[in-house]
């Protein structure tokens, strides 16, 4: 399983960005996939996540109004829309996919991307 996380860059404040995260190597149906985010010392934090089979949406409220998570079931492949960034969001962000029914949790997950950096500039 292989999911290839890109698009992250450098931006202005109120600026936009999209992610994307490409899955590989399984059929993801079942699933959930879900973006993360890191910042040097700190924990992974819940972004987002999206249920691949229902579509159903769910936002940390740090994300909600400002993000948009989306997949294209074609290309197997998970978006996180970024809009409205903040100095605040700048972090290695990196996609996700659990098997479960509970996706909030580092724990919850089972396959990791390589994570993409995203630097927003004030």
């Known amino acids: 399983v292989q999911l290839q996380a890109s698009g992250g860059g450098l931006v202005q404040a109120g600026g936009s960005l999209r992610l994307s995260c490409a899955a590989s190597?399984?059929?993801?149906?079942?699933?959930?996939m879900g973006w993360f985010r890191q910042v040097p010392g700190k924990e992974r934090e819940f972004v987002a996540a999206i249920n691949w089979s229902s579509d159903s949406p769910y936002y940390a409220d740090s994300a909600k109004g400002r993000f948009t998570i989306s997949r294209d079931v074609a290309k197997n492949t998970v978006y996180l829309q970024m809009n409205s960034l903040k100095p605040e969001d700048t972090a290695v962000y990196l996609c996700?996919?659990?098997?479960?029914?509970?996706?909030?949790?580092?724990?919850?997950?089972?396959?990791w991307g390589q994570g993409t950096l995203v630097t927003v500039s004030s």
């Open positions: 996700a996919a659990a098997r479960g029914d509970t996706f909030r949790k580092v724990s919850d997950y089972n396959y």
């Open positions: 190597g399984r059929t993801f149906s079942t699933y959930t």
